[in-house]
Nanobody, 116 residues
Framework: QVQLVESGGGLVQAGGSLRLSCAVS????????MGWYRQAPGKQRELVAR???????TYADSVKGRFTISRDNAKNTVFLQMNSLKPEDTSVYHC??????????WGQGTQVTVSS
């Protein structure tokens, strides 16, 4: 089993920054890619950013140039640095770990609220 615990969400004004962290424990040998999804009420779930074990990254068009995903394999932690936040970034952010044939493991989610 794999457990993911997120932290770092909160309330921030537009233009501000937040840094999300996701600490992974358990059967970490099975983990390949890691990343973050978000889902706001009434909206579809959106892949925000993804990072491979080797450090290659993918971003949603809506966050390119503002968000940066990084990963510390030694500490089994993935980060999402969010700058120039906009009200439309308001959502619950979920960390995930791709375990290949074992499927994805998910964190409980952390609320990010950006006020205008």
């Amino acid at each position: 089993q794999v457990q993911l615990v997120e932290s770092g969400g909160g309330l921030v004004q537009a233009g501000g920054s937040l840094r999300l962290s996701c600490a992974v424990s358990g059967s970490i040998f099975s983990i390949n890619d890691m990343g973050w999804y978000r889902q706001a009420p009434g909206k579809q779930r959106e892949l925000v950013a993804r990072i491979t074990r080797g450090g290659s990254t993918t971003y949603a068009d809506s966050v390119k140039g503002r968000f940066t995903i990084s990963r510390d394999n030694a500490k089994n932690t993935v980060f999402l640095q969010m700058n120039s936040l906009k009200p439309e970034d308001t959502s619950v952010y979920h960390c995930f770990a791709d375990r290949g044939a074992f499927g994805n493991a998910w964190g409980q989610g952390t609320q990010v609220t950006v006020s205008s």
